[in-house]
């Protein structure tokens, strides 16, 4: 089927300002979509995706400027067109959907007018026509009582449902090509399986080119027909995804598929006679919305949660956004008061204790977060970030920052690095380093928020692998929130799964995997994009 | 790009920081190139500027020399700016940052507090403080802190309330660390520029209240300032306008470049925030 391709960029370079890393953020790129095709390019951070999806719907930041090459729509080049050209092209000819539902409406907006903008921009269809025209998008995207959710605002709709109008206002004038960057990152596991069925079977309808903007090899697996591998604006390698997922040529392609993790868990590790560590009973807390006149809404983000963990082992807790996982994560960190509940390390009860009297045993239970850009303070240097800990618990300060050197090396990084600020380092070493400070208090318990969820895959993979070397050198329990099944799968011993503040499955990771009980599991793991076809297991460190 | 970098390619702001610096080399010169008292009277009354080679800036009413005037309120604009917004800054930094902190009803109490200060007029405010407390430097100085530290509360519980929530924050509490400390070493730090920003644009205002206090006659009697020269030569503005524009100039001068190095400072702080360009 392949007569003309809708897309063709040839040997597209963009070129980056002078004080950038790097010369070019896209070298010499060549790429074609026929109709009725996805493409997906997938890379890490900084490989120049994006900036391929912005240059072919002439977006691209001021700084960043095409240094030769062409983007060839339908045989026509983009890259010389005029502005005012261009923006007939967008939304006519090309459809974009981008990745953060929430910030990519106009929250002031009902969903109907900002579907039916579109048509309006392009002169199309009389105001009837647009009206029927909207409610059959509705319909066509998945969307519930479309009459409804036309006079809705975005913020009644759920991130899922949103996305789905974004899908609408892309498919509105029938485009040759849709562009997604990224369009299911923000959503959850079950909302992204809905949403990559969606384009899917959209684009099988309509006949459209999808170019799929992506870091996920799951959702490549599940969505692509070709794969271009992008690393630092450089293609690498290009194929059919059967191709390019069973047998990687390139080395970066095959680095990329190691590091991500495998939904098949590695045998369980001999765990019988280690202590318990820490133990939860009952723990609940409730939001109340504060009400004026009425009644605020109540949420209950954790309801009675009860768990124990042992000495060396790790405890996943498992849910999709607004499960409570994190909620709980905080409440035992007493960073949020729990409702109720106990919550005890060893022998030693921390619900009943003042803040003030918790202060000096808040050594034993420490926490690693998930922001590695957030959680470092940019004014102090990575020595005293390390060496707060201990000064705070009363060491004195010399002895600390000798602790914090030590530590730098036992997270793999170069002791010459306390002197330095964050900003000097990547995600990858900021998170060693937010380690490096979690255990400069020797705690016996560990609690990982997302520990690796902002990170690039192959950065991630060795965090993980860091975290349970450590675990098996210190006999860390280690609390490990995620929502991520493969990393979940990959580090925990047991699994908690979680669904609007309850825990509703608790199980070993390998009789989870095997054999989920509840309802809410096996729809959670049926939604893990790629299944078990993609994925490997965990080096070890 | 390093501060200074990001600041000095701003041209404006280096404009800004000549003109102060100016301005600053002449309040510290002016004992030593008059040493008399600006207050003197050492000539015949109006004369022209440059009519006589001693008198450059012409004389005024009584006889005084405008450029020893000017130079030696150089110095009293200046002190009094500097002073005013130290002291503002004094009571608004820790009012905000415990606003914004702590939440609650502390933040209520505290801003509403603030609220108080800021639905009164703030000129008509410092007037009153200054006739009731006799005009003096020191009163001076305390109306015009009186009436400028609500907005510094106002912005620093708005950047604690923002930092507080930062994962590095809640790190420092889950480490152990006492409260004081968390605001002091964590927080604080990390809202100084703005505070910078701020508090250079508010000597500037600062230096325009106490000039318009003076030109009403509430300025230190024992003190030289612009706005006293000014209030002094309005009467004769059309035949001896040197007596009010010279030190009118030096207002209008002083403000300006303290805006303009505000405006500097907030580019070269805030890189992101820089014009120029889609982000």
């Known amino acids: ?541 | 790009m390093t501060f200074f970098r990001r600041f000095a390619s701003n041209r404006g702001a280096l404009v800004g920081l000549a003109v102060l610096l100016l301005i600053l080399a002449a309040a510290l010169a002016a004992t030593t190139l008059y040493p008399a008292s600006p207050w003197r009277m050492v000539s015949r009354p109006f004369l022209a500027p440059l009519a006589l080679e001693r008198f450059p800036l012409g004389t005024d009413a009584l006889g005084r020399d405008v450029a020893a005037g000017l130079m030696h309120g150089a110095r009293v604009s200046l002190a009094i700016g500097l002073v005013s917004t130290l002291a503002a800054l004094l009571v608004g930094v820790p009012l905000g940052a415990a606003a914004g902190y702590f939440g609650g009803l502390v933040d209520d109490l505290c801003m509403r507090f603030t609220e108080l200060f800021q639905t009164v007029p703030s000129f008509a405010l410092a007037i009153v403080i200054v006739a009731i407390l006799q005009p003096s430097i020191a009163s001076i100085v305390l109306a015009i802190a009186l009436v400028s530290w609500p907005p510094v509360t106002r912005l620093v519980r708005g950047e604690v309330l923002s930092l507080r929530s930062r994962d590095y924050v809640q790190a420092a509490v889950t480490l152990g660390q006492r409260t004081p400390s968390i605001i002091l070493r964590q927080i604080l730090p990390n809202t100084v520029a703005p505070i910078i920003v701020m508090a250079s644009l508010m000597v500037a205002s600062a230096i325009l209240l106490e000039s318009s206090l003076s030109f009403l006659g509430l300025g230190d009697p024992n003190m030289m300032t612009w706005g006293y020269m000014v209030g002094a030569g309005r009467t004769r503005l059309i035949d001896a306008w040197w007596i009010s524009f010279f030190p009118g100039l030096a207002i209008f001068l002083t403000v300006l470049a303290l805006n303009l190095v505000g405006e500097g400072l907030s580019d070269a702080l805030n890189p992101r925030l820089a014009r120029g360009g889609r982000p």
């Open chain 1, 1 to 541: 089927m392949t007569t003309s391709p809708v897309l063709a960029i040839e040997n597209l370079s963009l070129a980056l300002p002078s004080m950038a890393d790097r010369p070019f953020a896209i070298q010499n790129l060549s790429l074609s979509i026929a109709a009725g095709e996805t493409l997906c390019v997938v890379g890490e951070s900084g490989s120049g995706k994006s900036l391929t999806a912005l240059a072919t719907i002439g977006l691209l930041p001021r700084a960043v400027r095409p240094a030769g090459g062409a983007i060839r729509l339908a045989g026509r080049d983009l890259l010389g067109l005029p502005e005012r050209d261009m923006q007939d092209v967008r939304g006519r000819e090309i459809g974009m959907i981008f990745q953060e539902p929430m910030t990519s409406l106009n929250p002031v907006m009902r969903v109907h007018d900002q579907i039916a903008e579109t048509f309006e921009a392009h002169g199309a269809l009389d105001r009837r026509g647009r009206a029927e025209r909207t409610l059959e998008l509705i319909q066509e995207v998945g969307l519930p009582d479309p009459a409804a959710i036309a006079r809705a605002y975005p913020h009644e709709l759920s991130g899922g449902q949103r996305q789905r109008v974004m899908i609408a206002m892309a498919l509105a004038m029938e485009p040759k090509l849709i562009i997604a960057d990224e369009p299911t990152t923000a959503l959850d596991v079950t909302t992204q399986a809905q949403i990559l069925k969606l384009i899917d079977a959209l684009r099988k309808k309509h006949g459209t080119a999808v170019l799929f903007i992506t870091h996920d090899f799951g959702v490549v697996a599940e969505i692509a027909d070709r794969v271009a591998v992008l690393q630092h604006g450089i293609m690498v390698e290009e194929g059919t995804a059967e191709a390019v997922l069973r047998n990687p040529q390139h080395d970066y392609t095959k680095r990329l598929l190691a590091a991500v993790p495998s939904l098949i868990p590695p045998p369980p590790k001999d765990l019988a006679g280690a202590p318990k560590a820490f133990q939860v009973r009952d723990l609940s807390k409730t939001y109340k919305g504060r009400g004026f006149f009425r009644r605020g809404r109540e949420v209950h983000a954790a309801d009675g949660v009860s768990f124990d963990i042992q000495r060396g082992e790790t405890l996943g807790l498992v849910g999709e956004s607004g499960s409570g996982k994190s909620t709980v994560g905080r409440c035992v960190m007493r960073l949020i008061e729990p409702d109720a509940g106990s919550i005890r390390i060893g022998d030693l009860s921390i619900r009943e204790l003042s803040q003030a009297q918790f202060r000096p045993m808040r050594r034993r239970i420490q926490m690693v977060f998930q922001d590695p850009f957030a959680s470092l303070n940019p004014r102090r240097t990575v020595g005293r970030i390390i060496a707060e800990g201990p000064i705070a618990q009363g060491v004195p300060k010399k002895e600390a920052l000798a602790t914090a050197a030590r530590l730098l090396d036992l997270v793999g990084l170069n002791d010459n690095a306390t002197d330095r600020y964050p900003h000097e380092f990547s995600g990858g070493q900021r998170q060693r380093i937010g380690i490096a400070r979690a255990l400069a208090l020797e705690p016996d318990v560990l609690v990982a928020d997302e520990p690796v969820s902002a990170l690039d895959v192959s950065v991630q993979a060795q965090i993980l692998a860091l975290m349970q070397d450590l675990q098996k050198r210190l006999g860390l329990a280690i609390l490990f929130v995620t929502h991520d099944l493969r990393v979940a799968a990959q580090m925990c011993d047991r699994i908690a799964v979680m669904q609007r503040g309850k825990i509703v499955e608790l199980q070993t990771t390998a009789a989870l995997f095997r054999d989920p009980q509840h309802a809410y599991t096996k729809a959670l793991l049926a939604a893990v994009p790629g299944g078990r076809e993609v994925g490997s297991a965990l080096p070890t460190a």
